[in-house]
Nanobody, 127 residues
């Protein structure tokens, strides 16, 4: 069984930056597509960004607007999300997730296609 653990969340001011990390353990996720999702109070969980196993193929949600960068270090079994120019509307619990293994160049933005989830890390952006 694999496990994902997020870290790096916190409370920041609008315009600040945060870097989220997701450490995988229990198995190697280097062949799986992975992604970051977020869920604000009273809202559905939504995709933020996703990338393929190698990291060569990436998709971002429209609201990212060039502010966030998703990346992965397969040697460290770790996923990252660099968030710049944060806005109050970015306030949410952020989750990392991993999907199917041996997935090649596939990228998925669908929650239903992810089998492994972390416990989430809170990001709060004040105005």
């Amino acid at each position: 069984q694999g496990q994902l653990v997020e870290s790096g969340g916190g409370t920041v001011q609008a315009g600040d930056s945060l870097r989220l990390s997701c450490a995988a353990s229990g198995r190697t996720f280097s062949s799986a597509y992975m992604g970051w999702f977020r869920q604000a109070p009273g809202k559905e969980r939504e995709v933020v960004a996703a990338l393929s196993a190698s990291g060569a193929y990436i998709q971002y949600a429209d609201f990212v607007q060039g502010r966030f960068t998703i990346s992965r270090d397969n040697a460290k079994n770790t996923l990252y999300l660099q968030m710049n120019s944060l806005k109050p509307e970015d306030t949410a619990v952020y989750y990392c997730a991993a999907g199917a293994f041996s997935s090649g160049s596939r990228v998925s933005t669908r929650r239903s296609e992810y089998a492994y989830w972390g416990q989430g890390t809170q990001v709060t952006v004040s105005s």
